[in-house]
């Protein structure tokens, strides 16, 4: 990760007279109150009521988009649950004012059909501040204000210790969430609204893909509309770690504990491949232009991510399954992609570094790739056996902007399928359903995290709940 602007970098000599006045130190700056957009959220669980209508799984996330259409939305009546809210971490933070949107206020009728809060014990991480509060019983906007010594401040959490109920559903819901934090820190208001704005990308994203696979095309995709995702914890498996922390040293952490959890089943080979080449940091694979026959991006499907360059971001792939960084369906598969290797292309230590001036434009972040080709059984071309990703750019952050390189490595299966993908956080070992009339499907994959917390396990879902 690359610095290129937002601080001065200041040179201090080292010589000098030894009588020269030290520099007065910076005057503290003051705190200041401003609005945080939602960077995640994250709960306890969360309504699914219709697989093939995405806008109607009642995301956490959906209390960030100031949009009383949606809500947060629990199968149950809500006591004891829990929605955690992240935002840009702020120091100095002395207090939070928190405006909730109580209830489904999507319509009046919808609002008294279902469950809203009524108690919630909040509280502000990770300082650890809590304080029990009542919400009236009322649509539009509540406010509450938690005040903490001053300190750090990246999240909220709200758990529900009582209800208003609902007169037709049990169903807790909570519409939207805006805090209001005063700290310290830095302001950069261009970069907060960018928290909303990318919130009502993926909101626009999910309505498109429910559209889209209600069709014939939809439906033939190789991934299905939706997937379940299951956190386990490998109590068993040791821990690893690397001296210097580095993308392909990070892969291997990954890629040794999915060999552990594997062991000698199917996808040994195809593990052992990234673990080769990740361990060789990748200096035996060859430099290549990639064309693709189909440009198509993934869609938005729960369960599964695209891998954010914006690593100041909360990452979208805590809690799904990394898909090709590139966002396009032809990775997914071998017979997608036509390799060119020509000389002049970038090598792999200088792609992470940023070297490739197209690193720096500011136009769509550039990827550059590398190729691992097995022998040709005959005389035609060598089948595509694994292919190293690198994508660079730059990214805004709260105090600047900054130069990002990300890495991925992809393994394909001997009928050209992706079978492993490897970053620095994750590394996931995927199977395909083959049989099926529109072809193979994405059916199932384990992921394996650097720490044993962060495994997953990622399905295609085997039962539809009946809707509202």
């Known amino acids: 990760m690359l610095k290129r602007a937002g601080l001065a970098i200041v040179v201090l000599a080292l010589s000098g007279p030894a009588s020269a006045a030290p520099s007065p130190p910076d005057k503290p700056r003051p705190a200041k109150e401003r609005r945080l957009h939602v960077a995640d959220a994250e709960a306890s669980s969360y309504l699914i009521n219709d697989w093939n209508k995405f806008q109607e799984n009642y995301l956490p996330l959906y209390v960030g988009d100031d949009d009383p259409r949606t809500a947060w939305s629990l199968k149950t009546d809500g006591i004891g649950e829990w929605l955690r809210v992240h935002v840009t971490p702020m120091e100095g933070a002395t207090k939070l004012r928190m405006k909730i949107r109580n209830g489904y206020q999507k319509t009046p009728r919808l609002w008294e059909a279902n469950s809203r809060a009524r108690e919630l014990t909040v509280t502000l991480l990770p300082s650890k501040t809590t304080v029990d509060v009542t919400l009236e019983d009322k649509s539009g906007w509540q406010e509450i204000t938690v005040e903490q010594p001053a300190g750090a401040f990246e999240a909220v959490e709200l758990k529900v210790k009582s209800v208003y109920a609902g007169k037709k559903y049990d169903d807790l819901c909570i519409s939207d969430v805006q805090l209001f934090v005063t700290a310290t820190s830095s302001d950069n208001p261009a970069f907060e609204k960018q928290r909303l704005d990318k919130i009502a990308i993926w909101t626009k994203e999910r309505v498109a893909a429910a559209k889209m696979f209600k ?31 580095d993308d392909a040293c990070a892969m291997g952490i990954g890629l040794t504990r999915a060999a552990r959890l594997a062991a000698k089943g199917p996808h040994e080979a195809a593990i052992a491949t990234a673990l080769e080449l990740a361990r060789a940091k990748f200096a035996t694979m060859t430099a290549v232009r990639v064309s693709v026959n189909d440009k198509r991006p993934l869609p938005t499907v729960d369960g599964l991510c695209k891998p954010s360059l914006d690593v100041f971001a909360q990452d979208p792939c805590d809690r799904g399954l990394p898909l090709p960084m590139t966002d396009q369906l032809a990775y997914l598969s071998t017979d997608g992609l036509a390799l060119i290797e020509e000389a002049g292309l970038p090598t792999f230590p200088d ?48 105090e600047g902007e900054y130069l990002v390189a990300r890495s991925q490595l992809l393994v394909y299966d001997r009928d050209g399928r992706l079978e492993v993908v490897s970053g620095m956080r ?11 009339a529109d072809g193979p499907k994405l059916a199932h994959a384990a992921v394996s995290g650097r720490s044993r917390s962060d495994d997953m396990q990622v399905d295609t879902p085997k039962a539809v709940a009946g809707g509202k």
């Open 351 to 398: 792609a992470m570094k940023g070297i490739p001036p197209q690193c720096s434009s500011r136009r769509e972040p550039p990827t550059f790739a590398w190729a691992l080709r097995e022998s040709a059984p005959d005389a035609g071309p060598a089948p595509l056996r694994a292919l190293l990703l690198v994508r660079c750019g730059l990214v805004d952050a709260l």
């Open 426 to 436: 994750a590394t996931a070992v995927m199977e395909w359903d083959k049989g099926g």
């Open 215 to 245: 069709t014939k095309l939809g439906q033939a995709l190789p991934i299905a509309p939706q997937y379940a995702v299951s956190h386990l914890e490998n109590t068993a498996d040791p821990w690893d770690r690397c001296e210097r922390i």
